[in-house]
Nanobody
Framework: VQLQASGGGLVQAGGSLRLSCAAS????????MAWFRQAPGKEREFVTA????????GYADPVKGRFFISGDNVKNTLYLQMDSLRPDDTAVYYC??????????????????WGQGTLVTVSS
């Protein structure tokens, strides 16, 4: 299994970015697919996830209404559209795949496979 995240970069506050996660060795219908992020000096935190049936499993409160997750089963690629970016969104963003269940999908323990991360920097 390989997950390759891309799309990060430097953006001004209020701007947008779209992250991509190219997956190989996984079938989206068999796994929870998620985005997490880790800001400097902080723990990795849940951002959003898609369940095995393609159902979006919610968003962390700080990103609700600004971030949107989607998946392309044909391209085997996970996306994270990030709008109205703020400086506190600055972090390394990771995509993840795993056999999570409803009680674990918002935790790192729910995911076995991780991408290498892509850095998002939002300037004020």
């Amino acid at each position: 299994v390989q997950l390759q995240a891309s799309g990060g970069g430097l953006v001004q506050a209020g701007g947008s970015l779209r992250l991509s996660c190219a997956a190989s060795g996984v079938t989206f219908s068999d796994y929870f697919m998620a985005w997490f992020r880790q800001a400097p000096g902080k723990e990795r935190e849940f951002v959003t996830a898609i369940g095995r049936r393609g159902t979006v499993r919610g968003y962390a409160d700080p990103v609700k209404g600004r971030f949107f997750i989607s998946g392309d089963n044909v391209k085997n690629t996970l996306y994270l559209q990030m709008d109205s970016l703020r400086p506190d969104d600055t972090a390394v963003y990771y995509c993840a795949a795993g056999q999570a269940i409803l009680s674990t999908y918002q935790t790192t323990a729910g995911y076995k496979y991780w991408g290498q991360g892509t850095l998002v920097t939002v300037s004020s």
